[in-house]
């Protein structure tokens, strides 16, 4: 039986996708950073493993056990007072979930939004050919 790690677990997307996998039988393990969300989590059949993405030794340590990883979570709490700190603690969650998977052909699906695109500067709607 397949184990999946997800962050995010408990938010829009990862709702889904942790109870999609449970249903084709995987063991889901899931990001949660509160008794509310080990408790949505132990709802759905996943077992909720308690940290946040500053937590990188539970990340690394949750990634390198899995066989899939989905990182479906993403800090909105600061970003509108401090970006930087929100980019930055994104690119070490995404590093400690990457780091123990190299070389092994496990698959780490990352899934964001397009709040961190940049608007085509004519005004018009931007794509995949954005900068």
Known sequence: MPR????GATGFIGRVVTEFAIQQGHTVRGL???EAGDALLT???ATPVRGDLS???ILSSESANAD???HLAFNH???ATNLDKVLDLEVKA???LAEPLVGTNKPLVVSSGVLLVQ???DGTDTDESAP
């Open 68 to 70: 899939i990883v989905f």
């Open 94 to 96: 995404v590093d400690a």
């Open 119 to 121: 608007q085509a500067q």
């Open 55 to 57: 937590t990188l030794d």
């Open 4 to 7: 999946v790690f997800i962050t």
């Open 43 to 45: 709802s759905l059949g």
């Open 32 to 34: 949660s950073r509160s």
């Open 77 to 79: 709490s600061e970003i």
